[in-house]
């Protein structure tokens, strides 16, 4: 079956899927309005996809937010740190196989989701990690006088006093409460130049 631009094969066997990889800032861009329309909208969970032979979470596989009204927010990463953000797609339902290993969707895991069910999301913005052009050790203390730029890394969703940081791992999108070390938090309520999105978000793009 030949894949939309921006999605891989195997997408659709998670319970329906349909990513849309783009790189973050320009993935941003295009649901700047989207996002921002969930901003005062009570999470009702966080749901990820559970590996059952081992019993663990599977980071490989998105991560879902789910709002008062049924709004269904999908986000994952890639290898190459783009970002995939994706609109009521995934029937959390339907168990899936990846890797030949059995699969289903769990709610409130990991603990960052389960902190945040319940609360109403108040705010948006852009994790970024620094990067060096010179040979550094990096066993020790990061010279940050040296920084040649920042990349982004993750988005930081505030939900009052809770956080929660989707960011990404090689691959893998992974949930914490707190930005990671030598992280910044930037760019608050996606302030981004010529934004262009629908600004509802049941659409999926």
């Not at 590996?51 to 599977?58: G, I, K, N, P, S």
């Not at 049924?70 to 290898?79: C, F, I, P, T």
């Amino acid at each position: 079956m030949e894949s939309m631009p921006g999605t891989r094969p195997w997408d659709e066997s998670m319970s329906g899927w349909r990513s849309n990889f783009a790189p973050g800032p320009e993935q941003l861009r295009r649901q700047r309005s989207n996002l921002l329309a969930l901003v005062g909208q009570r999470l009702r969970a966080g749901w990820v996809g559970w590996e059952l032979a081992r019993d663990r979470w599977q980071p490989i596989i998105p991560v879902v937010l789910v709002f008062d009204g049924g709004v269904q927010l999908e986000l994952a990463w890639d290898a190459a740190d783009r970002l995939s953000v994706s609109w009521n797609t995934i029937d959390l339902g339907t168990a899936f196989t990846v890797g030949g290993q059995p699969h289903e969707w769990r709610s409130s895991h990991p603990h960052p989701f389960a902190a945040a069910a319940g609360r109403v999301l108040t705010g948006w913005a852009v994790t970024e990690n620094p990067y060096f052009t010179v040979d550094l050790d990096f066993t020790g203390a990061l010279p940050m006088d040296l920084v040649a730029g920042w990349t982004m890394e993750g988005l930081w969703i505030e939900f009052g006093d809770v956080g929660l940081h989707v960011y990404s791992g090689a691959d893998t999108t992974y949930v914490s409460d707190a930005p990671q070390e030598h992280y910044r938090v930037t760019h608050r309520q996606l302030q981004e130049k010529d934004a262009q999105a629908s600004g509802d978000p049941t659409i999926s793009s």
